[in-house]
């Protein structure tokens, strides 16, 4: 069955009246779709891809930050039986052109300005397969001689009716482009059957009630097939999501908004967790032992509903009295309704998920990648284990093969790489099937720990293995570290390059009054390199001697994804970093 047709149909006709989307322009409110508009727009959209040529299996573009729009045309281009093929907003125009050309795509739609210009330049080119820009927003402005136009004109007499191509669930859907840590990017062929088997697969591990009345704030790039895929579940069934263009502003939109869910990385939660302890250190001694309390007593609660078992009235009691003195307002912070939270990307610290989890706000974590439409295993509702991946969802299969490498087999499992016939087969076993490029174990009772990228394993000049996630995870959790990188491979001794969380350094600064000029000579201060080591000293203490990171660099600015340090999900591109600050690593030995 074809993907849009799966979520639009259904939903239409069961509620056509009820709330589908909801988005917000510029400083106006936020306003709703209802399913009958949202899909008429869709249809229209629809039509217009036709009429403008585009036929099965074209290849149209998306390269925009979230939007209704964006959303719109990827369910648009899905029901006529096109691909649809996602760029990151934050990809510059070569890495644009890139994916463009290798994937063949006739079409495009541009979110701003500098998006638009890129596509501008690539229609000029006679060798670029690209012939049409679609401009999702009126304050760009276009060269329309160039086969430009804005969304709004471009359907504006399309009929808001439409006949769905029929597809097969082995037929691909889309084209995602994967960020690349390492090597050049692939496009990773996910088909329309990868989507709807997964999505009732959820449905089925958490057995939702009343999921139509959910509401979810998609603010991670739909781009990534982890935003995307949750979005895309959300609509098919039946919840409403609201879109969020600018993630900077996502503090001020969770209490505008007020999401029950919400798909998240796990630097979202350790700067929540990090934040809430710094503040309960910083108070008085009696607001200190009330926080503690209230945290004993939600740690009592959760673990009790975790494992099934009745809550006794007394312990209830006290629940009630924690949040309303303490949860409450960490809680309110984040609109006030959030309780399922699905978490992706990078490992999550099981002292986060439990803080969490005593809050009554489930962190549902998850293992996927791209190639597996995101999931493969995931935290239940209740009966999961804090710190592991969590169980297979049905209709996955795992096995650790070689050098504990995780395999799978199951219904999100990519066709392949497009174009890419050898790449295809590198990454599948005689037998079928997947290697993840991860290590990983499972417990007696099915549960995914991931132990590291296979890549990433370092090996030190004393033939000692480091997993380096682990050890960047526990000192990411700190409100004072915003990012590291660690290095080992082939050293003496792990060493590390530090970006500190510049704005509790600043109220640090203040603190201990300590003039602020630049970041350049505030990073080079005796004072400030100190106060680290005590503070990597501290929470450290409990790892192997081998393990522990005994220099660091504490770096000026951020790792940027603009200068293609990190990917468009955050994750550092560890061998660029490597290369481009060898000279300071060097002085660290």
């Known amino acids: 069955m074809n993907l849009a047709e799966a979520i639009i149909r259904k939903n239409v006709e069961k509620h056509p009246l009820k709330s589908a989307i909801g ?7 936020w306003k709703e779709l209802s399913w009958k508009k949202f899909s008429e727009i869709i249809y229209k959209t629809a039509n217009s891809l036709r009429n403008a040529g585009i036929q099965e299996n074209d290849k149209v573009a998306i390269y925009s930050d979230n939007s209704s729009e964006w959303m719109i045309f990827d369910l648009a ?25 290798d994937s063949g795509a006739k079409l495009i739609l541009a979110g701003d300005q500098s998006q638009y210009d890129a596509c501008l330049d690539l229609v000029k080119k006679e060798e670029s397969t690209l012939e049409t820009i679609i401009v999702s927003k009126k304050a760009v402005w276009i060269k329309k001689e160039f086969s ?51 999505f009732d697969a959820h449905f089925e591990f958490f057995k939702f009630k009343n999921f139509e009345e959910e509401l979810s704030l998609a603010f ?32 001020k939109t969770l209490e505008e908004v007020k999401p029950t869910m919400m798909c998240a990385v796990p630097r979202f939660f350790q700067k929540i967790y990090a934040g809430v302890l710094e ?45 309303l003195l303490v949860f409450s307002k960490v809680k309110e912070k984040m609109g006030g309704r959030l309780w399922f939270l699905p978490c992706g990307g990078a490992s999550l610290s099981p002292e986060v998920t439990r803080f969490f989890d005593s809050m009554g706000i489930h962190v549902t974590v998850g293992y996927g990648l791209t ?43 990519m066709k392949g790489y497009y174009n890419r016939p050898e790449e295809t087969e590198k990454v599948f076993t005689k037998d079928g099937w997947f290697k993840t490029g991860d290590a990983g174990k499972i417990d007696a009772t099915g549960n995914l720990t991931i132990t590291d990228r296979l890549k990433d394993l370092m090996k030190t000049s004393n033939g000692k293995y480091i997993a380096p996630q682990m050890i960047e995870n526990l000192l990411t959790n700190n409100n004072f570290i915003q990012q590291i990188v660690l290095i080992a491979e082939g050293k003496q001794f792990v060493s590390a390059l530090i970006v500190p969380n510049f704005e ?10 300590i003039p602020f000029t ?33 220099k660091f660099t504490l770096m000026p600015s951020e790792f940027e994804i603009s200068n293609g340090e990190i990917t468009p999900t955050l994750k550092v591109k560890r061998n660029i970093v490597l290369k481009k600050y060898s000279d300071v690593i060097e002085k660290m030995y």
């Not at 859907?173 to 960020?179: E, F, K, P, V």
């Not at 509790?504 to 009054?513: A, D």
Request: charged share 30%; hydrophobic share 35%; with cysteine.
């Open 148 to 198: 430009s136009f804005y969304l709004e004109d471009f359907i504006a007499k399309s009929s808001p009716k439409l006949e769905f191509c029929k597809k097969e669930y082995d037929e691909v859907a889309t084209l995602i482009y994967t960020s690349g840590t390492t090597g050049t990017p692939k496009g990773v062929m996910l088909t329309h059957g990868n989507f709807i088997k997964a």
């Open 279 to 323: 503040k309960a250190e910083e108070g008085s001694s009696l607001k200190k032992k009330i926080f503690d309390w209230a945290l004993e007593t939600g740690w009592q609660t959760s673990e009790l509903r975790r494992n099934e078992k009745p809550i006794p009235f007394g312990l209830k009691i006290k629940e009630t009295v924690a949040d």
């Open 77 to 101: 281009a899905m029901a006529i039986g096109a691909i649809t093929v996602p760029i990151y907003s934050t990809n510059n125009a070569e890495q644009a052109e890139y994916i463009i050309n």
């Open 518 to 550: 630049n970041w350049e000579e505030i990073v080079d201060k005796k004072e400030i390199n100190d106060f680290y080591k005590e503070k990597i000293k501290e929470i450290q203490q409990h790892l192997s001697d081998f393990e522990k990171v005994k």
């Open 371 to 413: 190639e597996t439409t995101a999931t493969l295993t995931l935290f239940p509702l209740t009966k999961f284990e804090h710190g592991t991946s969590g169980k297979t969802l049905p209709g996955v299969e795992i096995r650790i093969g070689e050098n504990d490498e995780i395999q799978a087999k199951g219904n999100g499992i």
């Open 23 to 29: 988005f917000k322009k510029k400083e106006g409110a």
């Open 504 to 513: 509790f350094l600043k109220e640090y600064l203040k603190k201990k009054n």
């Open 220 to 251: 991670l790039p739909l781009t990534h097939v982890f935003e995307r895929s949750w979005s895309l579940l959300c609509l098919y069934g039946g919840a409403r999501v609201y879109f969020l263009e600018d993630p900077k502003n996502i503090a």
